[in-house]
């Protein structure tokens, strides 16, 4: 089993900076690609990121697309989200999660943290 532990989360002005960590604790099978996900009060859960196993390949969801950065430490075993230039429609709670494939799909992912909250005030 894998447990995975995000952190990092908090409130922050429109146009600030946030950076999410999710710590990833345990065994899993084979190489896993790392995403983020987040889900807004009375929205659907959304792709956010995502970054393969050895970091060479990333993919972003267009909303965030040049103001967040995935990328991860395997030697620390996380998985981080750097987040600028905050909208006030960035605000849900972020998630981390684990597939053994790349992809933006959530139901591709296996593995689920419990989720941090990022509020942006306007």
């Known amino acids: 089993q894998v447990q995975l532990v995000e952190s990092g989360g908090g409130l922050v002005q429109a146009g600030g900076s946030l950076r999410l960590s999710c710590a990833a604790s345990g065994r899993a099978r084979g190489l896993y690609a790392m995403g983020w996900f987040r889900q807004a009060p009375g929205k659907e859960r959304e792709f956010v990121a995502t970054?393969?196993?050895?970091?060479?390949?990333?993919y972003y969801a267009n909303s965030v697309k040049g103001r967040f950065t995935i990328s991860r430490d395997n030697t620390r075993n996380t998985v981080y989200l750097q987040m600028n230039s905050l909208k006030h429609e960035d605000t849900a709670v972020y998630y981390c999660?684990?597939?053994?494939?790349?992809?933006?799909?959530?139901?591709?992912?296996?593995?689920w943290g419990l989720g941090t909250q990022v509020s942006v005030s306007s």
């Open positions: 999660a684990g597939s053994p494939n790349l992809g933006r799909v959530a139901s591709l992912y296996d593995y």
């Open positions: 970054i393969s196993w050895s970091g060479g390949t990333t």
